[in-house]
């Protein structure tokens, strides 16, 4: 028979604290195991499957010989690290918005796969479909510009209403390393969606490293203001935006991929700060990304690559760019969003960049006056990034 209980420390514990403001019950585990059912009791097949639902209150390693489905909202609590074993299959139930992962703030999470045992999350679904589940959140202490980081330091998210952001740009989430997330992006309504990945004033001192987001129903990655880093991330079939940045976000993008599948939107959507608050902090995004391609369906059919907006500025180095009507979309025509002004300073750039099957290469909506080269390069000898390479082994293609 099935139990209810608390894993010890040592043995992929799950923890035990009450359900606080953020509308989450204690953590619970359903278990049959061996190890923690005396030796099975008699039982020939015992049933090692594990619900995960509530609240991660202390350090918990899960245990590779079981398997584990998330059931619900599921949140890493301050002070708490989850630490997840390379190879692990994490499935998430099929029912939507409600179910994710959240990391919160002083909360850790450490997913360290490798290249042959990527750690994968997806939906528990035989017949998987993108929006099954939520996806992944981390929350940081990092400084973001929808607040103005001396009254108010943090905001709080549109998924678990927990809160973001500080004044720590160093500030630590753990590591996400040969990671896969699939089928995410479940919608809790209109205005609230989940996305693959959700980095909500998340610090550089986290780790992100080949990761990547596969079939979800709204964005792939989307950055919420914060310094974090990432690199070797890649996006296939986004339904909307595959990469989304705004609240400020000032970190770094390091060869990203991106294709799109019959639904999409954007391959990046940049904003420089929240349009449905305001620019708080006064400062605008401002990330570099290197070595970035995004591949789309064709000049002819009607969509964009990137879309600069809200006084975002920027730092692109080698771009490949393929298959869209229009390539660089600049919006922003008013003092409180200034796109065009960081084209003529310098601090919006396209510094080497290569386009195929490409009909309008840079569309200024801005009010300003540049050309496209004072925009951007091109350059006959850019590759963006090399994702035959280091996508090799671990992702879904």
């Known amino acids: 028979m099935k139990n209810n209980f608390l894993l010890g420390l040592a043995i992929a514990a799950t923890i035990l604290t009450s359900c606080g403001d953020d509308d989450t019950a204690d ?38 010989t079981l398997n584990y489905t998330i059931t619900g909202p599921t949140i890493v609590k301050d002070g708490a690290t989850l630490t997840i074993p390379a190879g692990m299959v994490i499935k998430a139930a ?33 017949t998987p479909n993108a929006g099954d589940w939520g996806g992944l959140i ?7 510009n929808s ?19 500080g004044n720590e740009p160093a500030d630590n989430s753990g590591t996400l390393r040969y990671v896969r997330v699939e089928y995410s992006g479940g919608k809790a309504d209109g205005q609230s969606e989940n996305n693959g990945v959700s980095f909500y004033g998340v610090g550089n001192g986290t780790i992100v490293d080949y990761v990547q987001v596969f079939e979800g129903k709204d964005d792939g990655f989307e950055f919420f203001g914060g310094t974090v880093n990432a690199s070797h991330i890649a996006v296939l079939n ?6 989304d940045w ?27 700060f929240n349009t449905d608050v305001a620019n708080n902090g006064g400062y605008f995004s401002k990330p570099t990304v290197t070595n970035l391609t995004i591949i789309g369906l064709g000049s002819g059919t009607g ?13 692109f180095n080698n771009v490949w760019i393929e298959g869209f009507e229009e390539a660089f979309d600049l919006d922003g025509a008013d003092a409180a969003n200034p796109t065009g002004a ?18 309008v290469k840079m569309k200024n909506d801005t009010g300003e006056t540049f050309s496209e080269s004072d925009f951007l390069t091109e350059d006959a000898n850019a590759t963006g990034t090399d994702f035959a390479t280091w996508g090799a082994g671990w992702t879904r293609q």
């Open 27 to 64: 953590i619970i585990i359903n278990d049959n195991s061996v190890t923690n059912n005396n030796n099975g009791g008699g039982t020939t097949n015992p049933d090692t499957d594990v619900e995960l639902t509530g609240d991660i209150a202390s350090s918990i390693t899960l245990d590779a």
């Open 94 to 126: 099929a029912t939507g918005a409600d179910v994710y992962l959240a990391v919160e703030q002083g909360g850790r999470i450490v997913a360290e796969g490798t290249s042959s045992q990527p750690i994968v999350f997806t939906s528990a679904s035989n």
């Open 138 to 144: 981390l929350l940081g202490k990092a400084p973001i």
């Open 147 to 165: 607040v103005d980081g001396t009254t108010t330091t943090t905001a709080t998210s549109e998924i678990a209403s927990l809160p973001y952001g």
């Open 238 to 243: 986004a339904q909307d935006d595959s990469i």
């Open 246 to 272: 705004t609240e400020g976000y000032t970190g770094t993008i390091t060869d990203a991929y991106v294709k799109h599948g019959a639904s999409h939107d954007k391959g990046i959507e940049a904003d420089g």
């Open 303 to 315: 969509n964009e690559a990137v879309r600069l907006r809200a006084g975002t500025q920027g730092i």
């Open 342 to 359: 960081g084209v003529l300073s310098g601090d919006l750039v396209v510094n080497s960049v290569i386009f195929a099957d490409v009909n």
